[in-house]
């Protein structure tokens, strides 16, 4: 019986070795009959526990190591579709690069054309401002010129007027009886009745100025009255400034020199002045066609031009300070006049 027993047990045991024996990294000793025969029941059941334990050993290793095979294949696809993804981004990297490029190429070409149209531009500029600049150089002779020529006429207006007096504050239609002519002669005899007399005062001409009268205009035209000689002109005004008051049958008239416009603004241009020295005892007089003349610490002074009164002014500090705001007025005034050109 214990023969059998063992045969029995030995069939088991090679039973049970045959499993494992395809495994390739089993470290189990393989076994001769005879020898299995002559183990011990203890060595028997040693050797099976041995051969469970590496049964279970390589059961695990192989779920190990298809869990690493699983692991790596899903590590593989996500390296594979991140190599995908990787491509595709790289293409589409290389698309933009591709497009930038182009688009700055363009926008050298683009740049480049800027800067020609600018360099054309420029020229365009630099000719239009020398057009312009010849322009304001033109304009500027041109507006010299006009002065010149205003000066010019201005002048033989002077020089025509030259005998020429001009009575103001004759009511108009007061002519109807003796004319203009015997008018002024009225005016001579009832003012200064020593030059009435005087036979070479002889009067060329007589007329109103402007030829047509304007209702809605308030004050009488002027009367122009041209003499024959300048001197007579001029005998007739001293005699008028020296009586100061002179008149039409008792109605106070005004007896002035006749002068061009442009001559006329240059002698008003003076007044302010002149009465400011006027206040001041200075016996300012606007002489002939429009120079301000006045007396300066016993001498007579005579300027031509409110620049050349001011650099003399500037000379001398009580005259200075008497015509200090009206010399800065007329420089305001000039501004303003300047400005609105």
Same mark, same amino acid.
């Given at each position: 019986? #214990?023969?059998?027993?063992? !045969?029995?047990?030995?069939?088991?045991?090679k039973?049970?070795?045959?499993?494992?024996?395809?495994?390739k990294?089993?470290?189990?000793?393989?076994?001769?009959?005879d020898?299995?025969?002559?183990?011990?029941?203890a060595?028997?059941? *040693?050797?099976?526990r041995?051969?469970?334990?590496?049964?279970?050993?390589?059961?695990e290793?192989?779920?190990s190591?298809?869990? *690493?095979?699983e692991?790596?294949?899903?590590?593989?696809?996500i390296?594979?579709?991140?190599?995908?993804?990787? !491509?595709?981004?790289?293409?589409? %990297?290389?698309?933009?690069?591709?497009?930038?490029k182009?688009?700055i190429d363009?926008?050298?070409?683009?740049?480049?054309?800027?800067?020609?149209r600018?360099?054309e531009?420029?020229?365009?500029?630099?000719? $239009?401002?020398?057009?312009?600049?010849?322009?304001?150089q033109?304009?500027q002779?041109?507006e010299?010129?006009?002065?010149?020529?205003?000066?010019?006429?201005?002048?033989?207006?002077?020089?025509?007027? +030259? #005998?020429?007096?001009r009575?103001l504050?004759?009511?108009?239609?007061?002519?109807?009886? +003796? @004319?203009?002519? @015997? $008018?002024?002669?009225?005016?001579?005899?009832?003012?200064?009745? @020593?030059l009435?007399?005087?036979?070479?005062?002889?009067?060329? %001409?007589?007329?109103?100025?402007?030829?047509k009268?304007?209702? !809605?205009?308030?004050? #009488?035209?002027?009367?122009?009255? *041209?003499?024959?000689?300048?001197?007579? +002109?001029?005998?007739i005004l001293?005699?008028?400034?020296? *009586?100061?008051?002179?008149?039409?049958?008792?109605?106070?008239?005004?007896l002035?020199?006749?002068?061009?416009?442009e001559? $006329?603004?240059?002698?008003?241009?003076?007044?302010?002045?002149?009465?400011?020295?006027?206040?001041?005892?200075?016996?300012?007089?606007?002489?002939?066609?429009?120079?301000?003349?006045?007396?300066?610490?016993?001498?007579i002074?005579?300027?031509?031009?409110?620049? !050349?009164?001011?650099?003399?002014v500037?000379?001398?500090?009580?005259?200075?300070k008497?015509?200090?705001?009206?010399?800065?007025?007329?420089? +305001?005034k000039?501004?303003?006049?300047?400005?609105?050109?």
């Open positions: 019986m #214990p023969n059998n027993k063992r !045969k029995n047990q030995g069939n088991k045991n039973e049970v070795t045959m499993k494992p024996s395809n495994e990294d089993t470290p189990i000793q393989d076994y001769e009959d020898d299995i025969e002559e183990m011990q029941e060595d028997l059941k *040693k050797l099976i041995t051969l469970r334990s590496s049964q279970k050993q390589i059961l290793l192989q779920k190591l298809m869990d *690493k095979i692991n790596l294949s899903r590590e593989n696809e390296l594979r579709r991140n190599q995908n993804e990787m !491509k595709q981004l790289v293409q589409q %990297e290389t698309g933009i690069v591709t497009e930038v182009n688009s363009q926008m050298k070409n683009t740049i480049e054309s800027l800067k020609n600018m360099g531009a420029e020229e365009r500029i630099s000719d $239009l401002e020398d057009r312009e600049q010849e322009r304001i033109s304009d002779r041109k010299e010129e006009i002065r010149n020529l205003k000066h010019i006429v201005g002048n033989l207006q002077d020089t025509i007027k +030259k #005998p020429n007096i009575v504050g004759v009511p108009e239609g007061m002519e109807r009886e +003796k @004319g203009l002519e @015997g $008018l002024f002669s009225e005016i001579l005899a009832e003012n200064f009745p @020593g009435e007399k005087d036979r070479e005062i002889l009067v060329q %001409e007589a007329h109103r100025t402007p030829n009268h304007d209702q !809605k205009r308030s004050s #009488p035209r002027h009367v122009v009255i *041209k003499l024959s000689t300048v001197k007579h +002109k001029e005998k001293k005699c008028a400034r020296e *009586k100061r008051q002179v008149t039409l049958r008792g109605s106070l008239i005004r002035t020199a006749d002068f061009s416009s001559t $006329l603004q240059a002698r008003r241009e003076w007044r302010d002045i002149a009465q400011v020295l006027r206040e001041n005892n200075c016996q300012p007089r606007i002489l002939y066609p429009a120079k301000l003349s006045f007396v300066n610490e016993g001498e002074k005579t300027f031509h031009s409110k620049q !050349k009164l001011k650099e003399f500037a000379t001398r500090p009580a005259l200075q008497m015509l200090k705001d009206v010399l800065h007025t007329e420089t +305001k000039h501004g303003y006049q300047y400005e609105r050109r």
